[in-house]
């Protein structure tokens, strides 16, 4: 079974359209997170969830939008799409705590190309 | 931003161990050291990490220096799967930011 599950895993699609990234892990993590790397390869975060609850929101712009349904999904939904959202976006999870080791484990990542 | 720096780029010859430096003199007591890689476009994987005594687990060693202001991600014997590009990252204890600098893209070559 795989870990971190992200889909789709390539999405084209025109400026201006709305769209969604599902992720979803079964390791039982309370915390889950969304990375951008763009064209040059810098990987940064952008939100992270714990419990359901939004601890980290990186001036991400407002058109991005994480929903937590519950704690082993976080959807990233995009409105109005722009040239600069090309990118792949990685989904990942972690156990934070003091008897636990923090790693994060992360999705193969979803590529997405506007036109 | 990150608080590590790494050198750009290294390359080793397959079978060698590959030695990859990171500074982080701003570390504080509580932050650890962990190590990535990305291998091509696929999802980072985490390596190893460590507070202040030295780590080995079956991927690598990981090499922190007595005043933990730097560190060594060490892999024994390199071969062409280990090319990637390797992230040396400092968190606190149950830190939620981890924060992935450029990194240093290791080239092991035959």
């Known amino acids: 079974d795989t870990a971190v599950s992200q889909t789709p895993k390539y999405l084209v699609t025109q400026m201006g359209n709305d769209k969604s990234i599902k992720c979803e892990q079964n390791?039982?993590?309370?915390?889950m997170y969304w990375y951008k790397q763009d064209s040059k390869k810098f990987l940064k975060i952008m939100f992270s969830?714990?419990?359901?609850?939004?601890?980290i929101n990186e001036t991400v712009p407002n058109r991005f939008s994480p929903k937590s349904p519950d704690k082993a999904h976080l959807n990233l939904h995009i409105n109005s799409l722009e040239l600069g959202d090309s990118a792949v976006y990685f989904c990942?999870?972690?156990?934070?705590?003091?008897?636990?080791?923090?790693?994060?484990?992360f999705g193969e990542g979803s590529r997405l190309t506007v036109l | 931003d990150a608080k590590t720096t790494q050198p750009p780029s290294m390359d080793c010859a397959e079978g060698r161990a590959a030695n990859l430096p990171c500074n982080h003199s701003?570390?504080?007591?509580?932050?650890?050291v962990y190590w990535y890689r990305q291998i091509h476009s696929q999802g980072p994987q985490y390596i190893i990490h460590?507070?202040?005594n030295n780590e080995t687990n079956e991927m690598a060693s990981l090499i922190i220096t007595e005043d933990r202001k730097s560190s060594t991600l060490i892999l024994p014997h390199a071969t062409l799967r280990d090319t990637a590009v390797y992230y040396c990252?400092?968190?606190?204890?149950?830190?939620?930011?981890?924060?992935f600098g450029a990194g240093t893209r290791l080239f092991v070559k035959a």
């Open positions: 990252i400092v968190l606190h204890t149950g830190g939620f930011k981890t924060i």
């Open positions: 390791l039982g993590h309370d915390t």
């Open positions: 460590g507070l202040k």
């Open positions: 701003t570390i504080s007591g509580n932050e650890y």
């Open positions: 990942a999870s972690s156990q934070v705590g003091s008897e636990n080791t923090g790693e994060l484990f």
């Open positions: 969830y714990n419990n359901k609850e939004l601890i």
